[in-house]
């Protein structure tokens, strides 16, 4: 037989995850009760998956320990955007399945391909261009009006990538901030939104889709920091949500979990942001108040099980980020999941704390969204870090 690509869906027993973030130690955690293996590659020996699953040590580009990574697994997946396409590739020739695939991968990390994709289903009918110059951001603004909001075609997030000129005055710092054109730039209108949304999607092999409920997302400074389910919506903005979400991910053939950013434009018309193609921040409340969690369910989809219900278990959910506000260390507190007071405490195993760092989250649920919100912060200031 060629060492081609396994082309049946299956059930694979080892999961490789390219990267070992939280993400990947969640996504580990849920494989355990599923009766996944589990092994993560990851350059830093202190990776928060390496903490609860096997860990393979290098960059997540070809290299000698991807050749390990790939001997010990039969599916691999990701858990950020930060993948050298090339170890994907490299996956996919010594007969790994990679899941989402290399298209929609390749979809998804180019924004202008992802805008482009959007734009053709209709789902995204913001303008946007590549841009090469400071010089042609104003030509834009001349066809699509100023705000421009700039920003950087692949590795953006929490905002890194994005930088907004409101006149002709403000682009030279815009393009200074995103690096002065060292890596490819695009103008998009500015979406004049009342709330951000999002919606968790997941898809299998054989197109089967589910979407979990709508989400608002709360940013400051670009960075996410409580999310509210369900989102306070009128029924048929969380209908339009939850389909829009379910065509973008259908649009790129996207096999997995997707978390799905939205505007809730001040027309009342729902338009995609962003897609990311793996487990999101804003579905980290499925854990503990949903009946399969975006991370389980994103096992069965790329693993070809049965995907499970999305639905909620409690009338409303809060999550509210812990991000680091000094620096330190951890050691006073312990890692992994627990409660505190009525909420649930997820850490991440960081061991240091640096100012603007994601170390945890806190989820609470109630019987309105005011209820869950106050015992969720109440115990995040209790964690007080
Ligand atoms: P990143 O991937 O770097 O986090 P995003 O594309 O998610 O960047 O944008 C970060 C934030 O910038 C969004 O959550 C939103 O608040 C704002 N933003 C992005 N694009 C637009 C736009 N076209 N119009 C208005 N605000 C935008």
């Given at each position: 037989m060629?060492?081609?690509?396994?082309?049946?869906p299956?059930i694979p027993?080892?999961?490789g995850?390219l990267?070992?973030g939280q993400l990947?130690?969640?996504?580990?955690?849920?494989?355990r009760?599923l009766?996944?293996?589990?092994?993560?590659?990851d350059?830093?020996?202190?990776a928060?998956?390496g903490?609860?699953?096997r860990?393979?040590i290098?960059?997540?580009e070809?290299h000698d320990?991807?050749?390990?990574?790939?001997?010990?697994?039969?599916?691999?997946?990701?858990e950020?955007?930060?993948?050298?396409r090339g170890a994907l590739?490299?996956?996919?020739?010594?007969?790994?399945?990679?899941?989402?695939?290399?298209?929609?991968?390749?979809?998804?990390l180019?924004?202008l391909?992802?805008?482009?994709h959007?734009d053709?289903a209709?789902?995204?009918?913001t303008p946007?261009a590549p841009?090469?110059s400071?010089?042609?951001v104003?030509?834009?603004?001349?066809r699509?009006?100023?705000?421009?909001?700039l920003?950087?075609?692949?590795?953006?997030?929490?905002?890194?990538?994005?930088?907004i000129?409101h006149d002709?005055?403000e682009v030279?710092a815009a393009?200074?901030?995103?690096?002065?054109g060292?890596?490819?730039?695009?103008?998009?209108g500015?979406?004049?939104?009342?709330?951000?949304?999002a919606v968790?999607?997941?898809?299998?092999?054989?197109?089967?889709?589910?979407?979990y409920?709508?989400?608002?997302?709360?940013?400051?400074?670009y960075?996410?920091?409580?999310?509210r389910?369900?989102?306070a919506?009128?029924?048929?903005i969380a209908?339009?949500?939850?389909?829009v979400?379910?065509q973008?991910?259908?649009?790129?053939?996207?096999?997995g979990v997707?978390?799905?950013?939205l505007?809730?434009?001040?027309?009342g018309?729902?338009?995609v942001?962003?897609?990311?193609?793996?487990?999101?921040?804003?579905?980290?409340?499925?854990?503990?108040?949903?009946?399969a969690?975006?991370?389980?369910?994103?096992?069965?989809?790329?693993?070809?099980?049965?995907?499970?219900s999305?639905?909620?278990?409690?009338p409303a959910a809060v999550?509210?980020?812990?991000?680091?506000?000094?620096s330190?260390?951890?050691?006073h507190?312990?890692?992994?999941?627990?409660?505190?007071?009525?909420?649930?405490?997820h850490?991440?195993?960081?061991?240091?704390?640096?100012?603007?760092?994601?170390?945890?989250?806190?989820?609470?649920v109630?019987?309105?969204?005011?209820e869950a919100?106050?015992?969720?912060q109440?115990?995040?200031g209790e964690l007080?870090?």
């Amino acid at each position: 037989m060629s060492a081609g690509p396994r082309s049946q869906p299956c059930i694979p027993l080892r999961v490789g995850i390219l990267g070992g973030g939280q993400l990947a130690r969640m996504t580990a955690e849920a494989a355990r009760a599923l009766g996944l293996e589990t092994v993560v590659l990851d350059p830093d020996t202190d990776a928060p998956a390496g903490q609860v699953t096997r860990l393979v040590i290098g960059p997540l580009e070809p290299h000698d320990a991807l050749a390990r990574f790939a001997r010990q697994i039969d599916l691999a997946t990701l858990e950020n955007e930060f993948v050298h396409r090339g170890a994907l590739e490299y996956l996919a020739e010594h007969g790994v399945m990679v899941r989402p695939s290399i298209h929609t991968f390749g979809v998804i990390l180019d924004k202008l391909h992802q805008r482009a994709h959007m734009d053709a289903a209709g789902l995204s009918p913001t303008p946007y261009a590549p841009i090469e110059s400071p010089g042609e951001v104003p030509a834009f603004a001349a066809r699509h009006g100023w705000p421009v909001v700039l920003k950087t075609r692949s590795q953006g997030y929490d905002g890194r990538g994005v930088a907004i000129a409101h006149d002709a005055g403000e682009v030279d710092a815009a393009w200074q901030r995103l690096g002065s054109g060292v890596r490819p730039l695009m103008a998009e209108g500015f979406v004049s939104f009342t709330s951000e949304l999002a919606v968790m999607v997941v898809r299998d092999a054989y197109g089967n889709v589910a979407t979990y409920p709508v989400v608002e997302t709360v940013q400051e400074e670009y960075v996410c920091r409580v999310v509210r389910a369900p989102a306070a919506v009128q029924p048929a903005i969380a209908d339009q949500a939850r389909h829009v979400a379910a065509q973008a991910i259908t649009a790129i053939e996207g096999v997995g979990v997707f978390g799905v950013e939205l505007f809730l434009g001040t027309d009342g018309r729902v338009t995609v942001n962003e897609i990311a193609p793996r487990p999101h921040n804003s579905g980290h409340y499925t854990i503990d108040a949903c009946v399969a969690s975006q991370f389980e369910n994103h096992l069965r989809a790329v693993a070809g099980l049965p995907l499970g219900s999305t639905s909620m278990t409690a009338p409303a959910a809060v999550m509210v980020n812990l991000i680091g506000t000094r620096s330190g260390t951890m050691d006073h507190l312990h890692t992994g999941a627990r409660q505190v007071g009525d909420a649930w405490v997820h850490l991440y195993g960081k061991r240091q704390l640096r100012p603007g760092r994601k170390m945890g989250h806190v989820t609470a649920v109630g019987a309105t969204l005011d209820e869950a919100e106050s015992r969720a912060q109440r115990a995040a200031g209790e964690l007080g870090l």
